[in-house]
T-cell receptor, first 113, second 113 residues
């Protein structure tokens, strides 16, 4: 099973770009990479998903190198409201169980004024 | 549009008492349903998932159980609560289409005293 490793915490300031990297050395051919955001006392919310290269949506960008052993979530110009925990998940898309549903400890991002 | 509701939002229970948390999904049919638990400051632990009525899979052996009496209803139960059952319980649903994105309910905070 692909295991993910993320930094426990990160600090940033308003207006800066934040990059959170996730390591997944044992990623399998059929695995996708998905990121979620969680605010205190709420359930996680889907941010972005990708398989390779770069994916961008209205919230974030996801960079995946050719070997796919890591991925980087990029949040442009963060604000105080981006303070949250960010989770990286790796697994087969639409799988009923396994890694795609397994949340690790996540990265606690603190955005300061 | 699809919605998910779980209740109660908060509850305080004595050790040894029973537990029943309920989750319902609207606006979709035949969803995959999940129960997660999150201890304070920790990641999410998948407890149970269900791909259909009466079909329950358990990820972690414990004194909790789950049932799915109807297509869009998922119930988490315990006959006798332990102190270690305290936490934030989240119900979620997904479909087999698209990204496999998980949609979470509002959560139920359980304190066992």
């Amino acid at each position: 099973l692909a295991k993910t490793t993320q930094p426990i915490s990160m600090d940033s300031y308003e207006g800066q770009e934040v990059n959170i990297t996730c390591s997944h050395n044992n990623i399998a051919t059929n695995d996708y990479i998905t990121w979620y955001q969680q605010f205190p006392s709420q359930g996680p919310r889907f941010i972005i998903q990708g398989y390779k290269t770069k994916v961008t949506n209205e919230v974030a960008s996801l960079f995946i190198p050719a070997d796919r052993k890591s991925s980087t979530l990029s949040l442009p110009r963060v604000s105080l409201s981006d303070t949250a925990v960010y989770y990286c998940l790796v697994g087969e898309m639409n799988n009923n169980a396994g890694n795609m549903l397994t949340f690790g400890g996540g990265t606690r991002l603190m955005v300061k004024p | 549009s699809q919605t998910i509701h779980q209740w109660p939002a908060t509850l305080v229970q004595p050790v040894g008492s029973p537990l029943s948390l309920e989750c319902t999904v609207e606006g979709t049919s035949n969803p995959n349903l999940y129960w997660y638990r999150q201890a304070a400051g920790r990641g999410l632990q998948l407890l149970f998932y269900s791909v259909g009525i009466g079909q329950i899979s358990s990820e972690v052996p414990q004194n909790l159980s789950a049932s799915r009496p109807q297509d869009r209803q998922f119930i988490l139960s315990s006959k006798k609560l332990l102190l270690s059952d305290s936490g934030f319980y989240l119900c979620a649903w997904s479909t087999l289409a698209g990204t496999g994105e998980l949609f979470f309910g509002e959560g139920s905070r359980l304190t066992v005293l």
